[in-house]
């Protein structure tokens, strides 16, 4: 079993920064990658911003410039660190894990999300 778990959401005034973090724990062998994604009400989960193991980043074209992943899959911790925060980047923000339990075994795991308001 493998347990992902975000903290540092909350409410942020526009303009402002918060500052994600995540963990992964359990039965890991390795991890392929780790990442942040988002979702609005009545609307599918999407990517925001994801740090892969070759230390390769990957962002939305609707937080570039702003939004910051990072992370250390050797302590499986994954960071975003989010900066002139709009009210559009209000959602739950969740934690994907990308793990291998074992050499051959990869499996997506997700923390339980945390909530994210920009608001005035």
């Known amino acids: 079993q493998v347990q992902v778990v975000e903290s540092g959401g909350g409410l942020v005034r526009p303009g402002g920064s918060l500052r994600l973090s995540c963990v992964a724990s359990?039965?890991?062998?390795?991890?392929?990658?780790m990442g942040w994604y988002r979702q609005f009400p009545g609307k599918e989960r999407e990517l925001v911003a994801r740090?892969?193991?070759?230390?390769?980043?990957e962002y939305a074209d609707s937080v570039k410039g702003r939004f910051t992943v990072s992370g250390d899959t050797a302590k499986n911790t994954v960071y975003l660190q989010m900066t002139s925060l709009e009210p559009a980047d209000t959602a739950v923000y969740y934690c994907?894990?990308?793990?291998?339990?074992?050499?051959?075994?990869?499996?997506?795991?997700w923390g339980q999300g945390t909530q994210v308001t920009v608001s005035s």
């Open positions: 994907n894990a990308a793990v291998y339990a074992s050499r051959f075994s990869l499996g997506d795991y």
């Open positions: 359990g039965s890991i062998f390795s991890i392929n990658s």
């Open positions: 740090y892969i193991h070759s230390g390769r980043t």
